[in-house]
């Protein structure tokens, strides 16, 4: 999970804007529920943003994705 500290850039789960795709954020906050939606606050950005809509970046400046993609029923 994350944690104050932690660098994410913004996967492709939700819309990410052309300034913001790539850019890589610093978490100040550790992850709170929102109506049903784990959130983190990212330095300079307002409000939460969804914890699964982030990857981790590694030293290397690899990101990995936090949670793995629910399957689709068949």
């Not at 409000?47 to 949670?67: M, Q």
């Amino acid at each position: 999970m994350l944690k104050p500290g932690d660098r994410v850039v913004m996967n492709d789960r939700y819309h990410v804007s052309e300034e913001n795709k790539g850019k890589i954020w610093t978490v100040t906050t550790d992850p709170w529920n929102c109506c049903g939606t784990m959130v983190v606050k990212l330095e300079g950005k307002s409000g939460g943003y969804a914890v699964d809509g982030l990857d981790l970046v590694e030293d290397g400046l690899k990101a990995i994705p936090i949670f793995e993609p629910i399957p689709k029923e068949e």
